[in-house]
């Protein structure tokens, strides 16, 4: 008798801890936001709990014009595009959000994509292949990840934000295969750990080695660099920046933006660009009403940041280890994953939503409560957040 062809997955399966274990949760948003009752990874809290977990960094995902440009595309649009860019999928929409994110940007070209992930997947993939070397920092997203995978080239990472790491391994392949294609792989703002590189000396250290820079700017666009452009604005070396519109756009899908060769060279080869089905216009309308939020207002994310500064005074003075970094995600490293379970739980009681992320998102052993700030959080919720984390029986003493 054949072997069930599912008896490797269901092994697969029990071998996964029980504290690492996933469990979808149903969250409905807004000012009364509630997580409802289901499947939920610490059981269904009472009442509405207030968000210390969106990527909604400037609240813009409810703003009356993002909301105004979603309907009145669907009326003269439709909702789907229904069909790739290349074929019949283009709409004004599509083309007038890109112009605007290049000119916003400084680059010659823009990109739309349906998601970050495969966003990420079409960058690695237009700038290595199985000849290449990809040298990338330790702690990258995931889904940059998957694209060196599929792109067969050979890896080496880097300490994370670790620029001396980066250049040695630079050197080392310069000095070794000076005709082999380099590719640097960095984030601005790593979601998991609140951190930013010295992207000038990244950068400054790709060219004078003649390596790509591939840079993931989801988190950091809206919030960092002038106007929110991003720390790659402006810095020459850059080859190739990867954002998102569901964060700090409040919105959803993807771009990428590249001056040429780069840009031209996307359009011409990319498969995740040419073999999809097209951003879908409600969102591209979103997307570039928030653009002029973000114009209209370049210092909100300025604000949102000084607000984050008085949250890691607060809880580095509540015995806290202060978070790293200066943007408006801020890790509490608990270590062990069912700690993390529990704060969580305990936080929820507290009608507060702070997530557990747990390994494999993060490195073994570094279970941490991930907490984001959003600028329409109301008032007091730092002393709401530290009056709570006061009375979890782990707390560390002030």
Not at 68 to 74: F, K, N, P, S
Not at 307 to 314: F, L, P, Q, T, V
């Amino acid at each position: 008798m054949a072997r069930d062809p599912l008896d490797s997955i269901q092994q697969a399966l029990r071998r996964v801890p029980q504290q690492r274990q996933r469990r979808l949760s149903t969250f409905r948003p807004g000012p009364d936001a509630t997580l409802l009752p289901g499947d939920g990874e610490t059981g269904p809290a009472q009442g509405p709990l207030l968000d210390l977990a969106s990527n909604d960094y400037l609240g813009l995902s409810a703003h009356p014009s993002l909301k105004a440009a979603a309907m009145a595309v669907i009326q003269s649009e439709g909702v789907g595009s229904g069909g790739s860019r290349l074929v019949s999928g283009t709409r004004p929409c599509h083309v007038s959000l890109e112009a605007a994110l290049a000119q916003w940007l400084g680059r010659e070209r823009v990109l739309l994509f349906p998601s970050g992930f495969q966003a990420n997947l079409a960058a690695v993939l237009a700038l290595a292949d199985r000849h290449s070397e990809v040298i990338a920092d330790r702690l990258i997203h995931h889904s940059l990840l998957v694209g060196i995978q599929a792109s067969g080239a050979r890896l080496r990472r880097f300490r994370h934000n670790d620029l001396s790491d980066l250049r040695r391994l630079l050197e080392r392949g310069a000095r070794s295969e000076p005709d082999r294609r380099r590719l640097v792989v960095s984030e601005s703002l790593f979601s998991m750990e609140g951190t930013s590189p010295d992207l000038a000396g990244i950068a400054a250290a790709c060219q004078e080695f003649g390596a790509l820079l591939l840079l993931d700017e989801a988190h950091a666009l809206g919030l960092l660099g002038p106007g929110g452009r991003g720390l790659a604005w402006g810095l020459a070396g850059v080859s190739l920046v990867s954002g998102t519109f569901g964060k700090a756009f409040g919105a959803g899908g993807a771009f990428l933006a590249a001056d040429d060769p780069v840009g031209e060279w996307l359009l011409q080869s990319s498969g995740a660009f040419r073999y999809t089905t097209a951003l879908a216009p409600p969102l591209a309308a979103t997307a570039e009403a928030a653009l002029e939020q973000l114009q209209a207002d370049p210092g909100q994310g300025e604000a949102l940041l000084r607000r984050a500064r008085r949250w890691r005074d607060g809880l580095e003075a509540a015995g806290w280890r202060r978070p790293p970094g200066e943007g408006p995600i801020l890790p509490l490293h608990v270590g062990d994953n069912a700690l993390a379970l529990h704060l969580q739980g305990h936080l929820e009681q507290a009608g507060l939503l702070g997530v557990a992320i747990r390994p494999p998102t993060v490195p073994a052993g570094t279970a941490r409560l991930r907490l984001v700030l959003r600028r329409d959080l109301p008032h007091g919720s730092l002393d709401r957040l530290l009056h709570a984390l006061a009375a979890w029986p782990h707390a560390p003493a002030p």
